[in-house]
């Protein structure tokens, strides 16, 4: 089982940049692919980024491809998102997920953190 926590949301200006760090517990850290995903006010959850296990394979929303950048560190067990450039349509509440390596693309994410809040002034 892995528990999550996410941290380093907060208010900034469009243009602006921020990092998110989610922390990561549990002896299989490393054997998880792991995801950021968010949620606008009154808008379902969208996926935001993702990272392999390895470290080796990332991929991107078409909405943030080239502002944000995911990262791992299997030693610490952190995974990151830098976000570059905001913009007022990137608010939201931001998770961090773990999905286990070798399940299926389309399988639901099994662990979540409870969410940070970004919100980007405009």
């Known amino acids: 089982q892995v528990q999550l926590v996410e941290s380093g949301g907060g208010l900034v200006q469009a243009g602006g940049s921020l990092r998110l760090s989610c922390a990561g517990s549990g002896r299989a850290f490393t054997h998880y692919n792991m995801a950021w995903f968010r949620q606008a006010p009154g808008k379902e959850r969208e996926f935001v980024a993702q990272?392999?296990?390895?470290?080796?394979?990332?991929d991107y929303a078409d909405a943030v491809k080239g502002r944000f950048t995911i990262s791992r560190d299997n030693v610490k067990n952190m995974v990151w998102l830098q976000m570059n450039n905001l913009k007022a349509e990137d608010t939201g509440v931001y998770y961090c997920?773990?999905?286990?390596?070798?399940?299926?693309?389309?399988?639901?994410?099994?662990?979540w953190g409870q969410g940070t809040q970004v919100t980007v002034s405009s």
């Open positions: 990272i392999v296990f390895s470290g080796g394979t990332t």
């Open positions: 997920a773990a999905r286990w390596f070798d399940k299926a693309p389309t399988d639901e994410y099994e662990y």
